[in-house]
T-cell receptor, first 113, second 115 residues
Framework: DTGVSQNPRHKITKRGQNVTFRCDPI?????LYWYRQTLGQGPEFLTY????????KSRLLSDRFSAERPKGSFSTLEIQRTEQGDSAMYLC???????????FGPGTRLTVT | AQSVTQLDSHVSVSEGTPVLLRCNYS??????LFWYVQHPNKGLQLLLK??????LVKGINGFEAEFKKSETSFHLTKPSAHMSDAAEYFC?????????????FGDGTTLTVKP
């Protein structure tokens, strides 16, 4: 078990460009979560999956954001037409199921210039 | 609906003295509660969790927390601080059962440990 992995670890992009992040959860974990964390704040919930089904999306997740988890394994988070306000750390977490603790990946730091 | 309030944004203690990080929560249902620690440039690590079993929960590195339903609190304590405890600490509330899924984090408490 290698834990939750995220790629890339850092991404610098120009405003208006599209970016995609990948998260590989701990195998056998049914739940996968995406959060966003800005400096000095706690992580903010974005969305979560139960297997391949996306069950809840935060209002923070505008139409420019989309997440998928095909086949219930890895997940991708895409941001279209990035804005400077999208600059943040994007965290992925997974858990065995809803009663269990979440294990976090190292995050992807996005900088929009 | 659920929310978390970490009552202190910064806590400073001397090495060897007790640590108290305060957390109050609000939830429309019986919640699960967690404490996570985040060291600089490191990922979030689970310290301990409460999921309706014993109200006094023991975690890693000598930390423990007590769930007090009447006070809607879940304060984190440690009898003796170590320099390596210096980090950011987050209290988290999460629903269970049909309300499970979304977790709400507090704004964090920065713990400084002085030699």
């Amino acid at each position: 078990d290698t834990g939750v992995s995220q790629n890339p670890r850092h991404k610098i992009t120009k405003r208006g460009q599209n970016v995609t992040f990948r998260c590989d959860p701990i195998s056998e974990h049914n739940r996968l979560y995406w959060y966003r964390q800005t400096l000095g704040q706690g992580p903010e919930f974005l969305t979560y999956f139960q297997n391949e089904a996306q069950l809840e999306k935060s209002r923070l997740l505008s139409d420019r954001f989309s997440a998928e988890r095909p086949k219930g394994s890895f997940s991708t988070l895409e941001i279209q037409r990035t804005e400077q306000g999208d600059s943040a750390m994007y965290l992925c977490a997974s858990s065995l199921d809803d009663y269990y603790e979440q294990y976090f990946g190292p995050g992807t730091r996005l900088t929009v210039t | 609906a659920q929310s978390v309030t970490q009552l202190d944004s910064h806590v400073s203690v001397s090495e060897g003295t007790p640590v108290l990080l305060r957390c109050n929560y609000s939830s429309s249902y019986s919640p699960s509660l967690f404490w996570y620690v985040q060291h600089p440039n490191k990922g979030l690590q689970l310290l301990l969790k409460y999921t309706s079993a014993a109200t006094l929960v023991k975690g890693i590195n000598g930390f423990e927390a007590e769930f007090k339903k009447s006070e809607t609190s879940f304060h984190l304590t440690k009898p003796s601080a170590h320099m390596s405890d210096a980090a950011e600490y987050f209290c988290v509330v999460s629903g269970r059962g049909t309300n499970a899924g979304k977790s709400t984090f507090g704004d964090g408490t920065t713990l400084t440990v002085k030699p």
